[in-house]
Nanobody, 124 residues
Framework: QVHVEESGGGLVRPGGSLTLSCEAS????????MKWYRQAPEKERELVAS????????NYADSVKGRFTISRDNAKNTVYLRMDSLRPEDTAVYYC?????????????????WGQGTQVTVSS
């Protein structure tokens, strides 16, 4: 059974920092692309950052480049999102996503798992 769980959310003042964690179980973690999304009230869910299975490749939304850092520890089946210089507009529910896609002879396999989300509120 696959389980994805985020932790580390909370209330932080503008300019502050927070680190989110996401642990996934029931999957071969190192083969999954891991992503962080966020959804603010009355807004679409947006991709914040992603990291390849090896951790060598990362991508960020323009709105968080230079402020957020995604990393992973495959030995712990955990991905992190370090958030610095937080702004009120970073307030959202942050979701962890584990995504796998592969093409084999005669077929393909796709797996997509989500956590329940963790609230991040940036306010003075």
């Amino acid at each position: 059974q696959v389980h994805v769980e985020e932790s580390g959310g909370g209330l932080v003042r503008p300019g502050g920092s927070l680190t989110l964690s996401c642990e996934a179980s029931g999957i071969t973690f190192s083969t999954y692309l891991m992503k962080w999304y966020r959804q603010a009230p009355e807004k679409e869910r947006e991709l914040v950052a992603s990291i390849s299975g090896t951790g060598r490749s990362t991508n960020y939304a323009d709105s968080v480049k230079g402020r957020f850092t995604i990393s992973r520890d495959n030995a712990k089946n955990t991905v992190y999102l370090r958030m610095d210089s937080l702004r009120p507009e970073d307030t959202a529910v942050y979701y962890c996503n584990a995504y796998y896609y592969a093409v084999y002879d005669g077929g393909e396999k796709e797996s997509d798992y989500w956590g329940q989300g963790t609230q991040v509120t940036v306010s003075s």
